[in-house]
T-cell receptor
């Protein structure tokens, strides 16, 4: 079993839809959670960062962490065609080794 | 100019050949990483380096070696390439601020081993 599981999709939604992207994980030691966005033919870039449980909002994006369920989510409101990309969750434990465990990535297409 | 650059961007080679992928950064970060990305498997860490004298194996280091020539340069070598090393390879950098979780990725090298 992988430490981090992410539905690879692809996920296709109409413009303006609310998108929910999710990851589950098995290691209860994970405390730092990230979402990276990767456009086609580009490297990933950090989109959202959260520590422990709770929500964090940044514009149209909301990251949610439920440590009791070992489940994290990224919500995109009013999705735009420019949001079409692959979204990867990543996480690590408390020790700052710089080693992140990534999910497989979910490919999202937002249709105009 | 890009902060993290990778060369070459694309490479096709044959089984058994030695290949070197190069990464340079102008961000001044101490930490550098090599990942490979495969469909359905996500990003997997090959090697990482916290400074010039510190190199560590990642999740999938077999068949790969690295060299940290300077703070700004980190090379990945495939001594004898095999077809299942066909993948997209990314270099990344980070510093200690933010816990090292903000990793800055290069544009990737698409490697095909025939």
């Amino acid at each position: 079993q992988k430490e981090v599981e992410q539905d690879p999709g692809p996920l296709s939604v109409p413009e303006g839809a609310i998108v929910s992207l999710n990851c589950t994980y098995s290691n209860s030691a994970f405390q730092y959670f990230m979402w990276y966005r990767q456009y086609s033919r580009k490297g990933p870039e950090l989109l959202m960062y959260t520590y422990s449980s709770g929500n964090k909002e940044d514009g149209r994006f909301t990251a949610q962490v439920d440590k009791s369920s070992k489940y994290i989510s990224l919500f995109i409101r009013d999705s735009q065609p420019s949001d079409s990309a692959t979204y990867l969750c990543a996480m690590r434990g408390s020790s700052n080794t710089g080693k992140l465990i990534f999910g497989q990535g979910t490919t999202l297409q937002v249709k105009p | 100019d890009a902060d993290v650059t990778q060369t070459p961007r694309n490479r096709i080679t044959k089984t058994g050949k030695r290949i070197m992928l190069e990464c340079s950064q102008t961000k001044g970060h101490d930490r550098m990483y090599w990942y490979r990305q495969d469909p359905g498997l996500g990003l997997r860490l090959i090697y990482y380096s916290f400074d010039v004298k510190d190199i560590n194996k990642g999740e999938i280091s077999d068949g790969y070696s690295v060299s940290r020539q300077a703070q700004a340069k980190f090379s990945l070598s495939l001594e004898s390439a095999i077809p299942n090393q066909t993948a997209l390879y990314f270099c990344a950098t980070s510093d200690l601020s933010g816990g090292g979780d903000t990793q800055y990725f290069g544009p990737g090298t698409r490697l095909t081993v025939l």
